[in-house]
């Protein structure tokens, strides 16, 4: 088997892995969420189930939120099996981890495809349209990396952008697909996206609030005005520079990686990061393929919070330095730590304008904005997270 066939080999294996965690979530979330509140009901005493008269009628109310989830989640399963063939034999069974990531896909699906989260899209929306609106759209290639279901991509691709998202969650890529191909018309399909969470709520009936997507026709070609596309795989992977960069999980050495990076140097207008940069091991290594990838003159616009996901993460993993023309294998640093390096947005503005030829040309700190944040009446869900805007333009010394 050649190198390409064993890496779809692989890829078919992960994605079928998620396609069956999307056709096993009705099942599980029957057994984590909802098996547990039955048997703490039966538990507690006649006196006290007199108490909550109302609470078997919110246990049926939650297996049935449940049940239309799982429909949900069997239309984008068998949506993705048209495009995938594997053998029994190589699948591999999606395991807790997965499954809890199928479960918050639905916050990110109510995110970016509800009407009722437009104030959240708007932070960002009303900050990045005016800067684009100084640029011709279909002279105007974008990259939106982490572009989680693509809501960012065929918003802009709408406006006559030029649009690529990438994303490395097949969770992600799999909804992403469906959302924007399966030509759903609007408010047509059901989810309750706050059912997994117990915690805070006001209103007996908010945490299994019904919500309908997709609040726009995404698969509507007619109204598609700019070319839009995803490239899956690892941001510094796909689009990092071929030279001086360690070899990782974030960084492959493959021939197809090497001609993707190679095509991506100084192909883009504007990066657009949207609660991106804080998901990286090396944020230095997402600062380096951002700057791989503008062209001279070129924008960065970031927002969103520095939650660094790797901050609380012990794990460490080998890298190795590697001979891009050759393929010789250098160095090995054995036990590459994944956590550290997280800097603070002053770090990075400084780094970006001192080292790497970025001009400053916007910056707002301390926007609040929620996350897949319910807004019911008098909510009493987590506000948010204070997030950093800022819009860097790559000048590099002498031109532009
Ligand atoms: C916090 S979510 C933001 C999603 C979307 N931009 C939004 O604002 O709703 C971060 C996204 O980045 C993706 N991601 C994380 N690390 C990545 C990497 N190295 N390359 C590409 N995507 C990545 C995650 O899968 C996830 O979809």
Same mark, same amino acid.
């Given at each position: ?7 779809d ?10 396609i ?5 979530y ?20 006649d ?14 109310n939650?297996?049935?939120? !449940? ?11 068998? /949506? ?21 990531k199928?479960?918050?896909?639905l ?21 990045l349209? +005016? !800067?684009?609106?100084?640029?011709? +759209?279909?002279?105007? @290639? ?19 952008y ?28 059901? !989810?309750? +996206? ?6 805070? /709520?006001k ?32 941001f510094?992977?796909?689009?990092g520079?071929n ?28 990066v ?12 230095l290594?997402y600062?380096?393929?951002?700057v791989?990838?503008l062209? +001279?003159?070129?924008? /960065?616009c970031n927002?969103?919070?520095l939650?660094?996901?790797?901050e @609380?993460?012990?794990g ?32 990075? !503005? ?43 333009? /790559? ?6």
């Amino acid at each position: 088997m050649d190198e390409y066939a064993i890496e779809d080999q692989r890829e078919n294996k992960a994605i079928a892995s998620v396609i069956i965690s999307f056709l096993k979530y009705e099942e599980y979330a029957l057994k984590e969420f909802y098996g547990p509140r039955v048997k703490k009901w039966e538990s507690i005493s006649d006196r006290q189930k007199e108490m909550v008269p109302s609470y078997t009628k919110y246990l049926e109310n939650l297996k049935v939120a !449940i049940e239309e989830n799982g429909k949900f989640f069997r239309s984008v399963a068998e /949506w993705a099996m048209q495009s995938i063939s594997v053998r029994p034999e190589e699948i591999v069974l999606p395991d807790d981890t997965d499954m809890n990531k199928t479960c918050s896909l639905l916050i990110q699906v109510y995110r970016e495809w509800s009407t009722e989260a437009v104030s959240e899209r708007r932070c960002l929306n009303s900050r990045l349209i +005016p !800067i684009l609106k100084a640029l011709e +759209p279909s002279k105007t @290639n974008i990259l939106i990396p982490g572009s989680g279901t693509g809501r960012l991509i065929v918003d802009l691709s709408r406006m006559g952008y030029n649009c690529e998202g990438n994303e490395y969650s097949y969770h992600m890529l799999l909804v992403s697909q469906y959302l924007l191909n399966a030509e759903l018309t609007q408010g047509s399909t059901i !989810i309750y +996206p706050f059912l997994h969470s117990f915690s805070h /709520w006001k209103g007996n009936d908010d945490q299994l609030t019904p919500v309908r997507i997709p609040d726009i026709e995404a698969g509507s070609s007619k109204k598609v005005m700019g070319p839009m596309s995803i490239c899956a795989g690892s941001f510094a992977d796909c689009y990092g520079r071929n030279q001086g960069t360690r070899i990782s999980s974030h960084y492959t050495f493959s021939q197809r990686m090497q001609m993707s990076r190679a095509k991506a140097e100084n192909s883009k207008d504007i990066v657009i990061t949207n609660f991106f940069i804080d998901t990286g091991p090396n944020i230095l290594d997402y600062l380096d393929t951002i700057v791989h990838v503008l062209k +001279p003159g070129g924008i /960065w616009c970031n927002f969103g919070p520095l939650l660094y996901h790797f901050e @609380n993460d012990h794990g460490v993993e080998t890298t190795y330095e590697v001979n891009p023309y050759s393929g010789f294998q250098g160095k090995v640093n054995d036990f590459t730590p994944l956590m550290g390096l997280e800097l603070s947005g002053d770090a990075i !503005i400084e780094i970006a304008t001192r080292c790497l030829d970025f001009e400053l040309m916007q910056r707002e700190s301390g926007i609040l904005s929620g996350y897949g944040r319910y807004v019911g009446p008098e909510s009493c869900a987590m506000p948010g997270y204070m997030c950093h805007f800022w819009v860097l333009k /790559w000048s590099p010394t002498g031109e532009v």
